[in-house]
């Protein structure tokens, strides 16, 4: 097992009614700013909750957070809450708005020119106002995590940063606030946290027979219990199962001392940049096509995923590299989650931009042997074609 710091000071409230227990962990004397999204909290009492969880506070709002939350819409919100003296935020949504929201408290207190340069020259974040989160979507793990990715429209760039400054103070799931979710944003939540463990786990051994087990837990639970989700969001034991599985696929308990990969999230991100295609979606149009490109590399843990999460444990190497394959396609398409390029109407004319965008960025040493290079890129990306 590789050495490791493992740091994570997010208090969890678990549970049916925990939004109420809310109060109890915000400064009494606090200015609170609420963030949300396009208004699914409202239309689904979960902003009531919040609401009278808060009777008696200074609170103030800003909603309109749009899913890849862009960085124009956000820096309104730093405004605001800079003319607001707002001085404890709490974001109601889910990971585009925790998102959006690790990033308002990170430029609400930052010193540089422009706001921007945390996330394009990655700038570190030294200081930030603190903020909590109701969540009400599983699927980012940003509830339990400091990182944050964000969209500036006006180039079509999404970035990402993180800093010990943006772990919200505490997070409230409850299982109900998702009962509303439409299904195509289950789908992705799945997938997207099953992704999560794909990353931090198909890369090569260690001997670290914990993390491999825990995340191979994930991934079994994510298998039985996404498909019931979506058979029924209202299945409260289903969602909360659920709910944690997301929340543990990426709060770095499974990543301490193992290698990661993240290739497949960082290729995924151009699609979305350019395409607005939701983010899970890029991921099982790319994940499938970098494991078949990267087989060699990755084969004795393939071979172990493919047997203990699929069963695939008869045939020759390659045959069971194939089912394991297969087993993970089949199972993206039966959440009605597309892993083709085409599906999506792009085309090549995209992977050349991307081509593009990596040389000019210097992009360079992706995944878990710091070896896809951008020629990598181009080839992975043609086999999703
Ligand atoms: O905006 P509202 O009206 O709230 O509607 C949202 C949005 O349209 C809706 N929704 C959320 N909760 C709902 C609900 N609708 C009904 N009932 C509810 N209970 O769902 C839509 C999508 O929401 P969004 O927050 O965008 O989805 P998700 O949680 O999948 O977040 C995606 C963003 O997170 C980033 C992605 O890149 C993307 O920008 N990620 C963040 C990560 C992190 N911080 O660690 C890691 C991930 O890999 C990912 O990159
Ligand atoms: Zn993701």
């Not at 606090?30 to 909290?41: D, E």
């Not at 919040?50 to 405004?79: C, D, H, W």
């Not at 509303?180 to 999560?196: E, M």
């Not at 039985?224 to 659920?242: H, L, R, S």
Request: glycine fraction near 8%.
């Amino acid at each position: 097992m590789n050495n490791f710091t493992f740091y994570n000071p997010v208090k969890i409230l678990f549970g049916k009614g925990q939004i109420a227990a809310i109060a109890n962990e915000i400064p009494e004397d606090a200015r609170v700013l609420i963030t949300y999204g396009g208004g699914s909290i409202k239309k689904n009492g979960v902003y009531e909750q919040v609401m009278n969880a808060l009777k008696g506070r200074s609170v103030t709002e800003f909603g309109g957070i749009e899913p890849n939350p862009q960085y124009e819409t956000l820096m309104k919100a730093v405004s605001q809450a800079k003319s607001e003296q707002i001085d404890f935020v709490l974001a109601v949504g889910g990971g585009s708005v925790i998102d959006g929201t690790k990033f308002i408290v990170a430029a609400m207190e930052f010193e540089g020119e422009e706001p921007w340069d945390i996330l394009s020259k990655k700038t570190p974040v030294t200081k930030a106002v603190p903020f909590g989160t109701v969540l009400t979507l599983p699927a980012t793990g940003s509830e339990m995590n400091s990182g944050s990715v964000i969209t500036r429209a006006e180039t079509k760039e999404k970035f990402s940063f993180g800093s010990p400054y943006t772990f919200p103070k505490f997070s409230i799931l409850d299982p109900e606030t998702a009962f509303t979710l439409p299904q195509r944003q289950i789908s992705n939540g799945v997938v997207d946290a099953f992704t999560h463990v794909l990353e931090q786990y198909l890369t090569y051994p260690v001997n670290a027979p914990l993390q491999d087990r825990m995340a191979e837990a994930i991934l079994i639970t994510l298998k039985e219990e996404g498909p019931k989700v979506i058979q029924n969001p209202q299945d409260y034991d289903a969602m909360a199962n659920f709910m944690w599985c997301a929340t543990m696929a990426l709060n770095g308990v499974i990543r301490v001392g193992v290698p990661t990969d993240w290739a497949t999230h960082y290729i995924g991100h151009e699609l979305t940049a350019l395409h607005g295609i939701d983010h899970a979606r890029t991921l099982a149009i790319v994940l499938p096509s970098l494991l078949r490109y990267k087989l060699e590399s990755k084969k004795e843990k393939l071979l172990q995923y493919g047997e203990r999460v699929w069963g695939v444990d008869a045939g020759t190497e390659d045959e069971r590299i194939e089912a394991t394959m297969q087993a993970t396609i089949a199972f993206f398409e039966s959440l009605d989650i597309k892993t083709k390029l085409r599906d999506y109407e792009v085309g090549q004319d995209t992977i050349k931009e991307i081509v593009k965008r990596f040389e000019e960025r210097g992009v360079k040493n992706l995944g878990e042997r710091a070896d896809i290079q951008v020629q990598d890129v181009e080839q992975i990306l043609t086999m999703s074609l």
